[in-house]
């Protein structure tokens, strides 16, 4: 794989960069998707990241992404240098930094679509206060009434807590809604609001991206040993497309966390 | 497959297959240009029979309203008609399915899938394209696309009816055919993706010796272009599916305003707050370069063989070249023109406005240089030559009536009526598709080693002519009178009813068109087994394609080809023959 006089690169790595060009589209919309949300967004009615979504576990999984960019990268240039053991080593970190991400990620989720608003018809009294919405985790439902535990009131001082962890105190009692003083029910999934709509289509997405990248790195660990016998340049190259990709969705996170958990 | 040995500047060497490949591997899935080329090319062209077809129908519910569709229309199922007699909801699923099936499914994929692959890699002296197996994979991918959108006809409710433009909220809270749409459609852009990646590295990376950029043909220049648009301008719809996707199966809000309110019930399923605008910045950020994409291929196709056909070189060829790559520049920013009467600002419409007129400029340029190439040139009317002349006024046509399209107070009055339908049709039917028969009659020779018959060529290219100005150009006049798009009978409203004679002549010149294009079908399917015989340069042309052997084998060139001109050398002066071949140099 000779790389080209004018562009100076071999064929496949052209192809990587022109993709990844597409796919810088594909995130862009997404992104103007958010700006056009947001702007439109009824004022007050856009929450702040970090008060819905938790700002700690995804710092966690940055410094996680970032460093599997590095082992990435150290992969790559150690099969450069020939040396494929250290390599694959390295390869094997990068898979299992990418897959705790996406274990962080789960519980992220799980925790979004455990937990439930109610919106209702006639306000009822919660915590001193008539409400229209109730936030909580449900209990047993049927089709006269729904229950629900809720949320404790959030903090006084404004660095406000995820609402499911409750920290003080068991949890309030269970209050039975009827359903016909409900127009809805939904979890903190998509459907909730446009903000956790684009929250988790563009998580999602970067996610499903995350898989593909995996999918192909755990490819190159397996076959990697007998590709190293009978094509190590080749195979060198393909590792340095990999990282190419794999920079990109990293790059992606980069601006996604900011974005979406702290402005 | 065995690995490809190192070649000089990135490309494959010779391929080394063990045994010869089986039925499947050669005629299936293989991964040769050619063969993809002639998979997309013949699945295409059955995509636009299809849809020409559901047009049939449509124009008989315009011509004779309520009245019951002759042969057919007993087996028009429950969604579309009642007794024969189409309904409205299945005029609207016909008329969303002609659109996308015509451009998704069948002009784009034969422009580029079937043109682009099976030329492209020829043109440039390459064994085959970049990445072989990515080629295959584009083609299944448009597949199986291809028959999740057919599918969508057998869905509960019937096909998508939200028009090729699937708008929101109407499209989000349509029947499941339109979830089969947006499917169909991810499944579509992934293909358009993938192929575009490929022609875009093999264009600037596998070219023969010799063939500096420019010294390309016109028509390698025009894919190329081509496929940068796909490459940048279709993401943001395969987001846009995906958010409509989400909208429609996960209740998201990205398109559902608040308060919604569906046929007397509040969707407060919804909780609102997204925007229908939304919906229609990310399609027509892909929709408009996407119409580019129509037209590049048949404007390169037009230019190979206006080339050759003149015996002289195209006049401006920097010009050319220069606009077309200006003018792939401009599309990404016109896109809100189709938009005017969203209750944009003016300040916005001023803008798109100004663009929208800026870019014609390079499409005139275009034109223009294809028009002087014919001054004092010697031309032959060959079947391919009438229709790439054909090209050129209906092209004109359909351009300057986007004028006042593009143009906001006149725009105020023709938007969303025949007008628009008589512009677009303009440029792409007897614009586009008549490069692409162009394309059809010309490379017949190189992909099957005969000729088409050249009466049946002509036989056909008349009353095609005739017939599809009958269809398109009264639109004009009825548009103009106010008659409205996607209006399932006419002749409710009074400027309708009078206009309606219009529509009858549209409808009666739709169907005779049908009947010109059998002398073509026939003259296809028998040329490959009984057309002529011919040499491998039966056009004395001057492109490299025309040097390798027809058909082409595996690998293509014997030996590979080295470049010592441009791609126009034709009536040189002091040499023998009035064409001298891009791969031999000129004699001293």
């Known amino acids: 794989m000779e790389p080209h006089p004018i562009t100076g690169m071999y064929n496949g790595k052209f192809g990587i960069w022109l993709f990844l060009a597409s796919e810088v589209m594909l995130f862009g919309a997404l992104f103007s998707t958010y700006v056009l949300l947001r702007v439109g967004a009824e004022p007050g009615t856009w929450p702040r990241g970090d008060s819905?979504?938790?700002?700690p576990l995804a710092t966690f999984n940055t410094i996680v992404l970032i460093t599997s960019s590095v082992t990435m990268v150290m992969s790559w240039a150690s099969v450069k240098m020939h040396d494929f053991a250290k390599g694959r080593l390295y390869l094997t970190l990068t898979f299992l930094l990418a897959?705790?991400?996406?274990v962080v990620k789960y519980f992220e989720y799980k925790a979004k679509l455990t937990h439930h608003q109610v919106e209702l018809v006639q306000p009822v009294t919660l915590h001193g206060h008539d409400v229209l919405k109730i936030t909580g985790h449900l209990g047993e439902q049927t089709d006269e009434f729904v229950m629900i535990a809720p949320d404790p009131p959030p903090e006084p001082d404004e660095h406000s807590s995820e609402p499911t962890r409750s920290s003080h105190g068991g949890h309030p009692e269970e209050m039975r809604i009827e359903r016909s003083n409900i127009t809805r029910v939904t979890d903190f999934g998509p459907r909730h609001s446009t903000f956790l709509a684009i929250y988790f289509t563009l998580t999602g997405l970067h996610g499903l991206h995350i898989v593909g990248g995996m999918v192909v790195i755990l490819y190159f660990m397996i076959t990697g040993a007998s590709a190293w016998q009978t094509m190590p340049e080749k195979y060198t190259n393909r590792i340095e497309c990999t990282g190419l990709y794999w920079h990109f969705v990293d790059l992606v996170w980069i601006f996604l966390f900011p974005v979406l958990y702290l402005l | 497959m065995s690995e490809h040995g190192h070649g000089p500047q990135g490309r494959h060497g010779h391929d080394h297959h063990g045994d010869e490949p089986g039925f499947w591997q050669k005629y299936v899935f293989s991964v040769d240009h050619k063969v993809?080329?002639?998979?997309?090319?013949?699945?295409?062209?059955?995509?636009?029979?299809?849809?020409?077809?559901?047009?049939?129908i449509m124009r008989w519910q315009l011509?004779?309203?309520?009245?019951?569709?002759?042969?057919?229309?007993?087996?028009?199922?429950?969604?579309?008609?009642?007794?024969?007699?189409?309904?409205?909801?299945?005029?609207n699923a016909l008329g969303a399915m002609h659109g996308t099936i015509m451009v998704f499914l069948g002009i784009v994929p034969l422009g580029v899938g079937g043109f682009g692959n099976f030329v492209l890699p020829l043109q440039i002296g390459a064994p085959d394209m970049a990445f072989p197996r990515l080629n295959m994979a584009s083609y299944w991918v448009y597949f199986l696309g291809g028959v999740v959108m057919l599918g969508s006809f057998f869905a509960p409710g019937g096909a998508a009816a939200s028009g090729w433009t699937s708008y929101t909220p109407l499209a989000?809270?349509?029947?499941?055919?339109?979830?089969?749409?947006?499917?169909?459609?991810?499944?579509?852009?992934?293909?358009?993706?993938?192929?575009?990646?490929?022609?875009?590295?093999?264009?600037?990376?596998?070219?023969?010796?010799?063939?500096?950029?420019?010294?390309?043909?016109?028509f390698v220049?025009?894919?190329?272009?081509?496929?940068?648009?796909?490459?940048?301008?279709f993401p943001p719809l395969e987001a846009a599916g995906v958010l409509q996707l989400m909208d429609r199966l996960a209740g998201t809000s990205f398109f559902m305003p608040s308060g919604l309110v569906v046929s007397g019930v509040p969707q407060t399923q919804y909780s609102g707050g997204g925007s229908p605008l939304l919906w229609q910045h990310l399609f027509w950020f892909l929709a408009h370069p996407e119409v580019y994409v129509l037209i590049l291929p048949a404007m390169g196709i037009v230019a190979e063989v206006i080339a050759n056909n003149t015996r002289k070189p195209l006049w401006g060829y920097k010009s050319l070249v220069y606009s077309v790559v200006f003018l792939g520049f401009m599309s990404f920013v016109v896109w809100a023109h189709h938009m005017f009467m969203t209750g944009m600002g003016t300040a916005l419409s001023t803008f798109f406005q100004a663009t929208t007129m800026i870019i014609s400029v390079p499409s005139v340029i275009i034109l223009t240089c294809l028009i002087i190439s014919l001054y004092r040139a010697s031309i032959r009317y060959t079947v391919p030559m009438l229709f790439a002349l054909a090209f050129l006024p209906m092209f004109a046509i359909g351009g300057l009536t986007g004028l006042p399209l593009g143009l906001t107070a006149s725009d105020i009055h023709l938007h969303d009526t025949y007008y628009v339908i008589g512009h677009f049709h303009y440029v792409v039917a007897p614009g586009t598709i008549f490069g692409l028969f162009a394309g059809i009659y010309y490379w017949f020779p190189k992909v099957t080693g005969r000729k088409m018959s050249d009466l049946l060529g002509k036989i056909h290219f008349w009353p095609s002519f005739i017939f599809i100005n009958g269809i398109f150009f009264p639109m004009f006049f009825s548009g103009?009178?106010?008659?409205?798009?996607?209006?399932?009978?006419?002749?409710?409203?009074i400027h309708g009813a009078a206009a309606?004679?219009?529509?009858?002549?549209?409808?009666?010149?739709?169907?005779?068109?049908?009947?010109?294009?059998?002398?073509?079908?026939?003259?296809?399917?028998?040329?490959?087994?009984?057309?002529?015989?011919?040499?491998?340069n039966p056009w004395e042309a001057t492109t490299l394609e025309w040097s390798a052997p027809s058909p082409p084998p595996h690998g293509n060139f014997a030996t590979v080809p080295v470049v010592y001109c441009g791609p126009y050398e034709y009536s040189v002066p002091g040499q023998k023959t009035d064409f001298c071949p891009q791969h031999v140099a000129l004699e001293a």
């Open chain 1, 52 to 55: 819905i979504l938790n700002v």
């Open chain 2, 221 to 233: 220049w025009a894919q190329f272009v081509t496929a940068f648009l796909l490459l940048l301008a």
């Open chain 2, 480 to 493: 103009m009178a106010g008659v409205l798009r996607r209006q399932f009978d006419q002749t409710e409203q």
């Open chain 2, 172 to 218: 989000v809270t349509a029947l499941s055919g339109q979830t089969w749409w947006l499917f169909g459609m991810v499944l579509l852009i992934t293909s358009s993706l993938l192929g575009s990646v490929n022609f875009i590295v093999t264009t600037v990376q596998l070219r023969a010796r010799g063939l500096s950029f420019f010294r390309l043909p016109f």
């Open chain 2, 36 to 56: 993809i080329g002639i998979q997309y090319t013949i699945t295409s062209l059955l995509f636009l029979f299809f849809g020409f077809c559901l047009m049939m």
């Open chain 1, 99 to 102: 897959a705790t991400f996406l």
């Open chain 2, 500 to 536: 309606h004679g219009l529509t009858v002549m549209s409808s009666w010149s739709a169907w005779l068109l049908a009947v010109a294009q059998i002398p073509f079908i026939f003259n296809f399917f028998w040329s490959i087994w009984k057309g002529r015989k011919v040499t491998d």
């Open chain 2, 63 to 91: 011509a004779y309203p309520n009245s019951v569709v002759p042969v057919i229309g007993k087996y028009l199922g429950g969604a579309m008609a009642s007794g024969g007699v189409l309904v409205g909801d299945g005029y």
